[in-house]
Every structure is written in structure tokens, then in C-alpha cells.
């Protein structure tokens, strides 16, 4: 996958920002600005926080609300153009619910990934025949088609860590993660092989916290953080059985940074990490 082609959802988020970094340069409340408009004050804020695409019409009516000059538009409206456009993952349809599009959109453009996972391999690391197991498992009534379906959007997912610029990605996985046969022992037995492979990618650290540890600080789950460089703010991601939170404000996002500090000083260094996945992997052979 070639990260030089845009993301969407970058460019939303990013005309988002700058959208309302101008309206509170220029001291107008959202209030304000609806009423000489005569929109809800609804439609505002999707705009200003990302999760409406907005048409370049509504981008200039709101800089001449704003008083910004004619020829400081050009900008930001090649931005809503772009933000208008369909992302590679819309050829998948419905196999890319409307709830994970976003996040496919900021890692399909992210600089680096921070993750977490306390349950099962994250899915960039995933082998065919493990993503399968696991939506079995997790999309319960799912039919066979619907399966395949996902599995095909995370196999694209992967190309991203092979592909130009790949992202720098750091994984920390708990103990259970590698101990948990997702599949049966020939599945997990492949998909430790995988990790062990991955970790060999110049871009790739990956790391295990083992159960000697004890308490840690991401007890309450897993979590992704997504850096964007000095462009973007960076994210954290947290999934959960019926929705996602994004976290984006800075205290927020400092705090899961610190927890992933903890993390990766409390896990096994990168060769003793693979050690305790070939020692797995061995395992399972017998």
C-alpha cells in the first residue's frame, strides 16, 4: 500500500482544525456563526470536530462569515475537495463499517502506531486463518461471505507496513495474547511464526508483557495511539464491543503515552520477546 496517496479522513480532520482554529481567532461562538448562516447549530459542529465531510460551498460561506480574504480560500478548499474523495476501503463495502472508517483513514496515513492489545494479536500482524478465527468468534450470526469479506479488507490493511513509507510501528502484547491457540494449536502455531517474522521488519518492534509483571497501568483494556508528525494531532483509538472513542485532546492523549512508556519499560526486551513466541511456537508443535 502506497501511503503517499491522500487520506480522506486526514484531510477532514485537518480542515476541521483549522476551521475552528479561525472562528475562535475570530471570538464567534458556533451559536454565532449557525444564526448568520441559517444552519443548525448541529451541522457546525460535525464540521468542526470531523466527523461530517464538509462541500466546499459550505467552506466559503463559512470564511466570509470569517472575513477571511477571497484569495486566502484556495487552501482550504482544495483540502474539502480532497476530504470529499473515497478511500481505498470503500471498494469493500459493507465490510468496513461506518464506525471503523475513521480509523482506517488515520492509519492508512499515520507516521507511526503505538499499540497495546491484552487479548488477541492486533489485526496488522494477523495471519488469514487467525482473522478468521477470531471473527468467527467475535461476529457472532456472521455469515461465511460477511467473513471472508473482513478478512480481505485486513489482508489490504497489511500492505501498509511492506508497502513505500511504511509506518513505524511498536506493539506491546500481554502474555495471553501469545498463550491464548485463537483457532486451534496449526493456527496459532502460524500466526507466532508471523510475529516472530514481522518483528524483523526494520519498522517493526514488538515486544511481550509477561504475566510475571503483574499489575500494569492498561489493565483496563487495549488501546492504539496514532502519531501523525508535526502535521496532525496525534490520536488514541479504544475499541469496544459496541463503539470506538477517539481521544484527541492533549492531556488525554499525554496520559496513554505515559502508560505506554510504563508498558514497554515493564515488557521483555525485542529478543527475549521472540524467545517466548518461538518457545510457544515450539510448544504447540508437540
Request: proline share 5%.
Amino acid at each position: 500500500m502506497n501511503r503517499n496517496g491522500k487520506s480522506p479522513t486526514v484531510r477532514r480532520r485537518r480542515l476541521a482544525a483549522e476551521l475552528r482554529r479561525i472562528r475562535e481567532e475570530r471570538k464567534q461562538t458556533i451559536d454565532q456563526v449557525v444564526e448568520q448562516l441559517d444552519w443548525h447549530a448541529t451541522k457546525l459542529s460535525r464540521f468542526e470536530t470531523g466527523r461530517r465531510a464538509i462541500q466546499p460551498s459550505d467552506v466559503r460561506a463559512l470564511l466570509a462569515v470569517y472575513g477571511v480574504k477571497p484569495e486566502e480560500h484556495e487552501a482550504l478548499l482544495v483540502l474539502a475537495r480532497e476530504a470529499r474523495q473515497r478511500g481505498w476501503w470503500h471498494a469493500y463495502g459493507q465490510a468496513v463499517p461506518e464506525w471503523f472508517e475513521v480509523y482506517v483513514g488515520l492509519e492508512s496515513e499515520a507516521s507511526s502506531l503505538h499499540i497495546y492489545e491484552c487479548e488477541f494479536v492486533p489485526g496488522l500482524l494477523q495471519t488469514e486463518d487467525y482473522i478468521r478465527a477470531v471473527h468467527r468468534a467475535a461476529q457472532i450470526g456472521a455469515s461465511e461471505e460477511e467473513i471472508d469479506q473482513r478478512v480481505a479488507v485486513r489482508v489490504a490493511r497489511q500492505k501498509l507496513l511492506r508497502g513505500d513509507d511504511p509506518p513505524q510501528l511498536w506493539m506491546i502484547v500481554n502474555e495471553a495474547v501469545i498463550r491464548r491457540a485463537v483457532g486451534g494449536a496449526d493456527v496459532m502455531r502460524d500466526q507466532l511464526a508471523k510475529l516472530i517474522e514481522a518483528a524483523e521488519l526494520p519498522n517493526v518492534t514488538l515486544q511481550v508483557l509477561p504475566f510475571a509483571v503483574g499489575a500494569h497501568p492498561a489493565m483496563g483494556g487495549g488501546f492504539h495511539m496514532l502519531g501523525f508528525g508535526s502535521l496532525e494531532t496525534d490520536v488514541v483509538y479504544i475499541e469496544y464491543p459496541t463503539g470506538t472513542i477517539y481521544l484527541e485532546k492533549q492531556p488525554e492523549v499525554e496520559r496513554y503515552k505515559l502508560i505506554f512508556d510504563h508498558l514497554r519499560a515493564a515488557a521483555l526486551p525485542t529478543e527475549a520477546s521472540k524467545a517466548i513466541i518461538a518457545r510457544m511456537a515450539s510448544e504447540l508443535a508437540t
